[in-house]
């Protein structure tokens, strides 16, 4: 375990370099990312001004939700999208050999070797509009927001463990980035809306399958509403499995690998 935290710390230490050397391009990241965030909570704001609610949700409901998610989104981009396009790299490049012949966990070591740090700034701001977002209900359950947590967790673990498959397909094709970036454009494209809206087919498949829909749909009502084991659960077994595939689709991988030298 210590061996582990030393090489996060490592890796840490040199993503926070990498931050203060591109600062202008860190400054340009997080204000397109707010940029962005700030037209997607007008456009709810101008939707609801029209009609009080949207598949049974009100203005701030909507408000949570694409917000709960985009701060999902966010923790994944600050644990792992730099590292996965790098990864995705190395692997057609054939540059694995330096770390495939020392004592450590390849997958864990390519998973974490860069963090996008602006992300933090980002994420605080969220977690302030989440908060001032939440003071607007009556009252807020304790093991709701514990819910909440967990879900987050869970939620960040399941864009991992899709946005890593996608990466892990490098090993048979090289143009397999685009799956990647497909995965994170349905996610902000289908995860943020509410379920309800879609064909109950689509609704199966965010659900169950491609669970973009339970990550955001599933989460945000808890502090409101109490803890709800059901989506929880649910994650959790995908998650499980998400996991098991992902470290299989690499170990198969690793043997088709060709090394540059």
């Not at 001004?49 to 989104?73: F, P």
């Amino acid at each position: 375990m210590r061996h582990f935290l030393r090489l996060i710390a490592c890796f840490w230490n040199i993503s926070v370099k990498s931050f203060l050397t591109y600062r202008t391009t860190a400054a340009l990241t997080l204000f397109f990312g707010i940029l962005i965030f700030s037209a997607e909570v007008v456009t709810g704001l101008v939707i609801f001004s029209v009609q009080e609610t949207i598949a049974s949700y009100r203005l701030y409901d909507y408000l949570l939700l694409i917000s709960i998610a985009d701060l999902i989104g966010n923790f994944y981009y600050l644990f792992f999208v730099a590292a996965h396009y790098m990864l995705g790299e190395a692997i057609i490049l054939g540059d694995l050999d330096h770390t495939l012949t020392k004592p450590v966990n390849s997958l864990f070591y390519y998973s974490i070797q860069r963090m996008d740090v602006v992300q933090l700034l980002t994420i605080g701001i969220e977690l302030i509009w989440v908060v001032y977002l939440y003071s607007h209900y009556d009252a807020i359950q304790v093991m709701g927001v514990l819910g909440l947590i967990i879900g987050i967790t869970l939620g960040i673990i399941c864009l991992y463990c899709m946005n890593q498959m996608a990466v892990n397909v490098s090993f048979w094709f090289d143009k397999a980035s685009i799956l990647m970036e497909t995965s994170e454009y349905a996610y902000d494209d289908l995860g943020k809306r509410p379920l309800k809206i879609y064909p109950k087919w689509l609704i199966v498949v965010l659900r169950y399958i491609i669970p973009f829909g339970l990550i955001s749909n599933g989460m945000w009502h808890m502090p409101i509403e109490g803890l709800s084991l059901r989506p929880l659960l649910m994650l959790g077994a995908w998650d499980i499995l998400g996991l098991t595939v992902v470290w299989f689709m690499w170990k198969q991988g690793l043997k088709r690998y060709v090394s540059a030298n």
